[in-house]
């Protein structure tokens, strides 16, 4: 596998947009991206439903992640409101 499919194929799970002018017609979207016609002809015979089901798990992961992301910096922000409530001597 080219790493330009591989790029190629990191745009059509991460961007909802790309993935359906891929889907609507992946031969003109392969060569309009420049990839070379093996990588052209593998696109051709992609599991499309594959494609659709992949990039909607990729999406719910990043998702899952920003959450994790936004429950951290909370509570750290609390664990640091915290140290200094009990260094001052707000207890």
Do not use: N
Request: glycine share 6%; hydrophobic share 45%; proline share 2%.
């Amino acid at each position: 596998m080219s790493a330009s499919l591989e790029t190629y194929l990191v745009k059509l799970y991460l961007d909802r947009d790309a993935r359906r002018v891929f889907l609507a017609d992946p031969r003109a979207a392969a060569v309009a991206e420049g990839l070379a016609e093996p990588d052209v002809a593998a696109l051709e015979r992609i599991d499309r439903e594959g494609l659709e089901m992949a990039a909607r798990s990729f999406a719910l992961k990043r998702q899952a992640q920003r959450a994790r992301c936004r429950w951290a910096r909370l509570l750290s922000r609390w664990r640091a409101w915290r140290a200094r409530r009990t260094e001052g001597g707000g207890d």
